[in-house]
């Protein structure tokens, strides 16, 4: 029986042990923390501020020392509710924000406010009040750029002590009432409709520009065709006239040049005065050619044409 209560006693002593050992071992590796990329722990020491871990492994004392917080460094986006804003001009609408912010303090982000998500919501929608109140509808349709701008300013000068970064600020959807919607759409239809009719007359006007382009130039090509063609005529009729002009001085040409002949045979034949006179007596005749009512003679031709007479009477007595 002591041999039995022994070996209980040495049984339970080594279970006892082994736990021992085995709660050691998960204290000690419970102690043991690797803080992975692009995260940060805040860790505390009783109830206090200790440090921030970055990347790597660290050590942390069981019971005094407590993880505050992790923190991702990587920078995150939100995405807001629409949130009802008024225009200068009376005009209430819905916008909502997307917001692109990084935690750049851990400690700060731990500490600075309660629920830092819900801060940067509130400051976010209170900032777009604002700065929508000072804008009309239409600059507010069409200055999402700038309101982009002063939001992301003025959200980043809030946040620095919260130990976050706003990096970017985008309005993601404005959503006017219905009735502007109506009337913008109206306005936009019009605007469409004038565009239109200023196209078409524009095209009507490069059309008709065109058309009398067309027919300018129609009119100088047939202008310069004409002008072509009375040159044309003109240098014809020049080389034709010329060509008559050559023809007739080539005929008095040769006509004198046989009256030269002429003259040279009679005057190599030696006619005598009475041949002569004959002939210029034949010449008068053919000249008159039973026409002339009335020829004058020179009186050289006449007394020829008396002797002639005599000399044909005389032959006619001798016949007797």
Not at 3 to 30: E, N, P, R, T, Y
Not at 103 to 131: H, S, W
């Amino acid at each position: 029986m002591l041999h039995s209560m022994l070996l209980a006693d040495i049984s339970s002593g080594a279970v006892i042990g082994i736990v021992l050992v085995v709660l050691v071992l998960w204290l000690f590796a419970s102690c043991i923390k690797v803080v992975p990329q692009a995260q940060a722990v805040v860790l505390e020491r009783i109830g206090a501020y200790k440090e921030t871990w970055s990347v790597g492994i660290h050590w942390k004392w069981p019971f005094i020392d407590k993880i505050a917080r992790r923190v991702a460094l990587k920078e995150q986006v939100v995405d807001f509710a629409p949130q009802p804003v008024i225009t200068k001009d009376n005009v209430t609408m819905r916008i909502d924000t997307v917001v692109f912010f990084q935690i750049t303090d851990p400690k700060l982000f731990a500490y600075g406010v309660e629920n830092p998500i819900m801060a940067i919501e509130n400051l976010t929608a209170t900032t777009l009040r604002n700065i929508i109140g000072d804008l009309e509808l239409d600059e507010t349709l069409t200055s999402r750029e700038i309101i982009n701008t002063k939001m992301r300013v003025q959200l980043d000068v809030a946040t620095d002590p919260w130990g976050i970064k706003v990096n970017r600020v985008e309005l993601k959807n404005i959503i006017p009432p219905a009735a502007i919607q109506d009337a913008m759409e109206k306005q936009m239809k019009a605007e469409r409709e004038r565009r239109e009719a200023i196209l078409r007359a524009e095209g009507e006007k490069k059309s008709t520009i065109l058309v009398a382009e067309g027919k300018k130039e129609s009119a100088i090509l047939e202008a310069e065709a004409e002008k072509q063609s009375a040159i044309l005529r003109a240098e014809a009729k020049r080389e034709a006239t010329i060509k008559e002009a050559e023809g007739q001085a080539e005929a008095i040409l040769a006509v004198q040049r046989a009256n030269a002949e002429g003259i040279k045979y009679i005057k190599e034949a030696a006619p005598s005065d009475a041949v002569i006179q004959l002939k210029s007596l034949e010449a008068f005749a053919k000249a008159a050619d039973g026409k002339a009512t009335k020829i004058i003679i020179p009186s050289e031709i006449q007394g020829m044409a008396g002797m002639v007479k005599s000399l044909t009477e005389v032959g006619k007595n001798d016949i007797e």
